[in-house]
């Protein structure tokens, strides 16, 4: 597609359960970023794909996150056993690759806005 | 590691006034320097970036910021601001080369009144 998209737009959760987000990068962007932003706290760096690989995964909050990537297209962000703690926006971004210096530049998708009740 | 630090987490501003918008910045390596602007209910967007070269880089929307090497500084100011420029400004630093290490700050609320 012409942007990143990032479904569903808004979820609405009970504590407990489990939560599947989603990220289509830009077609030809071989790197994808998952970042969750909550009110006041700026970015908080998650984790990166190059391709299908996630080579450090230590932004991940805790065990209850995980995240894959297929095909190295489509990305999911899974939050399992939610806590109301979880709540935020969650923002998906791709480059062209990581190691993209000849722009440097991120371009986000809207987010997916998680509300755990 | 590199972090970012913005002064301010809320700009008012009457319209056409100018505003400077404050981002610090530490990290042992040289590195890349960012704006994104997010307006309501979007995603975020690059306002300009310094990679190398001029120290004062020009960028979209009339704003323009000036990397201070020596004060560790990345200011984004424009002259003059629209109702339009109302959103939230986040300054990024990454090391050069390498995106999966961007950082950014806890952003700054500009808010432009009538």
């Known amino acids: 597609g012409a942007g990143v998209s990032q479904s569903p737009s808004n979820k609405v959760t009970e504590k407990g359960k489990d939560v599947e987000l989603r990220c289509d990068p830009i077609s030809g962007h071989t790197a994808l970023y998952w970042y969750r932003q909550s009110l006041g706290q700026g970015l908080e760096f998650l984790i990166y794909?190059?391709?299908?690989?996630?080579?450090?995964k230590s932004g991940l909050p805790s065990d209850r996150f995980s995240a894959e990537r297929t095909g190295g297209s489509v990305s999911t962000l899974t939050i399992q056993r939610t806590q109301q703690e979880d709540s935020a926006v969650y923002l998906c971004?791709?480059?062209?690759?990581?190691?993209?210096?000849?722009?440097?530049?991120?371009?986000f998708g809207e987010g997916s806005r998680l509300t755990v009740l | 590691a590199q972090s970012v630090t913005q002064l301010d987490s809320q700009v008012p501003v009457f319209e056409e006034a100018p505003v400077e918008l404050r981002c610090n910045y530490s990290s042992s390596v040289s590195v890349y320097l960012f704006w994104y602007v997010q307006y309501p209910n979007q995603g975020l967007q690059l306002l300009l970036k310094y990679l190398s070269g001029s120290t004062l880089v020009k960028g979209i929307n009339g704003f323009e910021a000036e990397f201070n090497k020596s004060q560790t500084s990345f200011h984004l100011r424009k002259p003059s601001v629209h109702i339009s420029d109302t959103a939230e400004y986040f300054c990024?630093?990454?090391?050069?080369?390498?995106?999966?290490?961007?950082?950014f700050g806890a952003g700054t609320r500009l808010t432009v009144k009538p």
């Open positions: 971004a791709s480059s062209l690759s990581v190691f993209a210096a000849s722009t440097g530049e991120l371009f």
């Open positions: 990024a630093v990454s090391p050069p080369y390498n995106n999966n290490d961007m950082r």
């Open positions: 794909f190059q391709g299908n690989s996630a080579p450090d």
